[in-house]
């Protein structure tokens, strides 16, 4: 089934189920108000809200109304957990090596996976707002997974039963405050604004094939200002899968319902596709001509990012921002 | 006023009010049934909460019923922020020194601040569950501050009036995790587990001369199973106040109602009134006989740590935990 929050019904928006072609949808206040409240209590609410879908996919729900990306906030529009792994070393390696630098043999067994900024996701068509365009904005395409409870040294041999809803991620950085809150050691703080999310969030089983439990085998498409600038596969060269990215988080500790685990840039080996950031393009480029040549984004600029399956239906909804200076109140 | 948040009624508790001796509480499900839901909107909650707090203090709410620290979660028992600064860069300094490290200079300008764990605070008398002694189980004794919604780019000037609540904050570290993240440059991850909160949480003006807007001036006090191992005041050598921590968090996006900010291990200058952390106290070993002595938390070792009002009045309640091995389920 696919799941989505409407932005009215105040901070956590109201659920709704949406069908598979993506064209109407259905409030579900008899099973949850809020999909944070779907999933603190999935065990339950999963299987109602299958039921409403399937209802819904039939044309059996008169309460059904058009759906309309530009009325969502993120899936979950705010978490208590949202933890980014960085699970493409390859993409890792490539940025080391435009700056010189070698990458730790440590790096291909121990994930990196940073916590990010959860009180406030943005939806799918909601600006991105920057104040100031020198700080470097870039965009980073990444699949997520979103959790129900884990229980803490929960290993990735189990962590997979875990995975309840599957979604697309536009983890917006700014790279040039990057280096110095790096070298501070503890980790992305303004570097990372604000996190968008595709318009709905699906559950595994919507994926057929192209899902193994593990990791998601489809190109994640990202288009800057109409040009493709990427289409990886993000199935491929994942070091880290999902379940270890998930076990990697609960090693000390459980983690909540609604714990948001993303997979990082996705990236494939020497981008044969192109890549799924800004970074990595100008990092091809040094590395291929000593300097970068593309610069990051600028205000007005447009990202789109989505994934489309073996028929070329989009599954999550399109990802369709633009980039607006912040002004201060 | 006082607040806290019993365990029952689910995942976010029963917000309470508590009268200033911490003899009695009251629920107020006609105000606000969570302290996120009372945070939410404090501009309409928070004079509610005061009117009821007036009234338990002087008697006339007939539902008050006994204040028992051990039925309660932290204050807000999940949030949708912790941002945990390390404003007492004589704490850092202490650190490197014991390893020979220079501390870069624009540490003293710069603040340290990192993304903890929030999808899972816990309560003032609940375990700290481990599973591995050789983490190296340390304590770290903070005060932190809740706000209100704070627009991106507020600068410190404006902060404080965004200070809705104080707490203590005891920031659980797993010591010898931390060498080998900190060196991932992805901040702390595996090596803080959980976060307990004082009973309760008090408004600014509970605390009287003792918070001048930006700092708390009392002792914190730190006790280890029944041995006070510190009491540094924590108004003195806070190099960051906490509008300036929150207005560092703030610089490009939004925080949003619930941010809890802390100030990082409580220290001062040369430890004369000993320290907040078993890590200070094993530096100064260090630096006085080139190696530590004094062992990290063992599994049932006992945690105290309490702020006292210049009347000697305890304020906030006290954090009374034990370490207890986790076993897998």
Redesign the interface.
């Known amino acids: 089934m696919k799941l989505a929050s409407l932005k009215k019904g105040?901070?956590d928006g109201t659920l709704i189920v949406v069908d598979r072609g993506m064209q109407s949808a259905v409030a579900v206040p008899e099973v949850a108000p809020t999909m944070q409240a779907a999933l603190?209590n999935w065990s339950d609410t999963g299987p109602a809200l299958e039921a409403v879908f399937a209802k819904l996919q039939a044309g059996r729900r008169e309460d059904a109304f058009p759906f309309d990306p530009g009325s969502l906030a993120a899936p979950l529009p705010?978490?208590?957990?949202w933890?980014d792994g960085?699970a493409y070393v390859t993409h890792v390696e490539l940025v080391r090596k435009a700056r010189g630098a070698e990458l730790p043999d440590s790096?291909w067994r121990?994930p990196?996976?940073?916590?990010?900024?959860?009180?406030?996701f943005i939806g799918a068509r909601d600006d991105i707002?920057?104040?100031d365009e020198s700080?470097g904005i870039d965009f980073e395409a990444e699949v997520a997974v979103i959790t129900d409870d884990v229980?803490?040294?929960t290993g990735a041999d189990r962590a997979s039963e875990h995975i309840k809803l599957i979604a697309l991620v536009n983890d917006v950085s700014?790279r040039n405050?990057i280096p110095?809150e790096?070298?501070?050691?503890?980790?992305?703080?303004?570097?990372k604004?604000?996190t968008a999310f595709s318009p709905v969030a699906v559950t595994p089983d919507e994926l057929g094939d192209a899902w193994d439990g593990a990791k998601l085998h489809l190109p994640l498409i990202a288009t800057w200002n109409g040009r493709r600038i990427g289409a990886p596969n993000a199935g491929r060269d994942m070091t880290f899968d999902f379940p270890q990215l998930i076990a990697?988080?609960a090693?000390?500790?459980?983690?909540?319902a609604?714990?948001v685990i993303g997979s990082g840039t996705v990236s494939n080996v020497g981008s044969p596709d192109g890549s799924c950031c800004i970074a990595e393009v100008r990092c091809l480029e040094t590395i291929a001509n000593g300097k970068p040549e593309t610069p990051f984004m600028s205000f007005g600029d447009r990202i789109e990012i989505e994934m489309l399956d073996a028929a070329g239906a989009c599954i999550f909804g399109s990802i369709d921002q633009r980039v607006r200076r912040?002004e201060?109140?």
Chains 1, 2 share one sequence.
């Open positions: 105040g901070r603190d705010r978490s208590y957990h933890a960085s790096f121990d990196l996976m940073y916590m990010g900024a959860s009180d406030a707002d920057v104040e700080w229980p803490a040294g700014l405050l110095a790096l070298a501070k050691q503890f980790g992305f703080y303004q570097s604004p604000q990697h988080a090693k000390t500790r459980a983690l909540m609604g714990t912040y201060r109140p």
